[in-house]
T-cell receptor, first 112, second 109 residues
Framework: IAGITQAPTSQILAAGRRMTLRCTQD?????MYWYRQDLGLGLRLIHY???????GKGEVPDGYSVSRANTDDFPLTLASAVPSQTSVYFC???????????FGPGTRLTVL | GQNIDQPTEMTATEGAIVQINCTYQ??????LFWYQQHAGEAPTFLSY??LDGLEEKGRFSSFLSRSKGYSYLLLKELQMKDSASYLC??????????WGAGTKLIIKP
């Protein structure tokens, strides 16, 4: 692994299903983030983690949950997917909250 | 509220210079970032300004005026590969990034 990876690359999901998007980084960064990107809107922060064992809510956390059991992994879970969660999801990491963020390749999620 | 404004789209000619403007309003301020995003790809970091003035990095320069809540990204000697969206993001007092919707830059030969 080099950098930050996300899985799956894309997914079509039925409404009401549970889904976990995976994110792993090998840069030993303390901070990790989940964003969604929708056409015509800026990236919006869903949840973040400043260090392993801690998480915080971003601008649009409703319907999503995260965990940070270790430094490398930061999964995002949709407990019961709804069509408005159709989006491109980016995971990012940084060496600290004020440093540049490195982004994963993204997961394109469609909820029908 | 917190807000970032940047033009939706700009067109420029290969070899020319283009300036992409960004204005911001945030609760507190811990710096201004510019990212480049090619279609279908992830954003990649271009620059960071926290003090007033111009930061130059090769063909790309970024300027910040904290008193005016204003930044610009200057791209010189444009190449076709510079066709991308350019994202402006301001860091607020909680060290969270507030993102603009991005400026799509179209380069014509």
């Amino acid at each position: 692994i080099a950098g930050i990876t996300q899985a799956p690359t894309s997914q079509i999901l039925a409404a009401g299903r549970r889904m976990t998007l995976r994110c792993t980084q090998d840069m030993r960064h303390n901070a990790m983030y989940w964003y969604r990107q929708d056409l015509g809107l800026g990236l919006r922060l869903i949840h973040y983690s400043n260090t392993a064992g801690t998480t915080g809510k971003g601008e649009v956390p409703d319907g999503y949950s995260v965990s940070r059991a270790n430094t490398d992994d930061f999964p995002l879970t949709l407990a019961s997917a709804v069509p408005s969660q159709t989006s491109v999801y980016f995971c990012a990491s940084s060496d600290g909250p004020a440093n540049e963020q490195f982004f994963g390749p993204g997961t394109r999620l469609t909820v029908l | 509220g917190q807000n970032i404004d940047q033009p939706t789209e700009m067109t420029a000619t290969e070899g020319a210079i283009v300036q992409i403007n960004c204005t911001y309003q945030t609760s507190g301020f811990n710096g201004l970032f510019w990212y480049q995003q090619h279609a279908g790809e992830a954003p990649t970091f271009l620059s960071y300004n926290v003090l007033d003035g111009l930061e130059e990095k090769g063909r790309f320069s970024s300027f910040l005026s904290r008193s005016k809540g204003y930044s610009y990204l200057l791209l010189k000697e444009l190449q076709m590969k510079d066709s991308a969206s350019y994202l402006c993001a301001a860091m607020d007092s909680n060290y969270q990034l507030i993102w603009g919707a991005g400026t799509k830059l179209i380069i014509k030969p």
